[in-house]
Nanobody
Framework: QVHLVESGGGLVQAGGSLRLSCAAS????????MGWFRQAPGAERESVANISRSGGTTYYADFVKGRFTISRDNAKNTVYLQMEALKPEDTAVYYC?????????????WGQGTQVTVSS
């Protein structure tokens, strides 16, 4: 079982920045691939970025490349999403994801989400 708690969302003007944090507990954090997803009203949840267990490999969706940076601190059991040059279309609920894979299979865990609203 993995428990995730996001923080850092809010209202920001277009062009502004926000930093999301996700604190994890319940399992050795360094064994988990972590990611951020988002879901806008009326849209499906989509992947934004993910980061490997060591932090050495990252993936970004095309629509955030060059603007968002995912990072993790395994000593603090926390993953971050630094968001720069925000656009109104980035408005969504952002969810932290833990992708757990072990001998028993694969399981996804989700946080409760944090709202990001970008005004034009």
């Amino acid at each position: 079982q993995v428990h995730l708690v996001e923080s850092g969302g809010g209202l920001v003007q277009a062009g502004g920045s926000l930093r999301l944090s996700c604190a994890a507990s319940g399992r050795a954090f360094s064994t988990i691939t972590m990611g951020w997803f988002r879901q806008a009203p009326g849209a499906e949840r989509e992947s934004v970025a993910n980061i490997s267990r060591s932090g050495g490999t990252t993936y970004y969706a095309d629509f955030v490349k060059g603007r968002f940076t995912i990072s993790r601190d395994n000593a603090k059991n926390t993953v971050y999403l630094q968001m720069e040059a925000l656009k109104p279309e980035d408005t969504a609920v952002y969810y932290c994801n833990a992708d757990v894979r072990d001998l028993t299979g694969r399981r996804d865990y989700w946080g409760q989400g944090t709202q990001v609203t970008v005004s034009s």
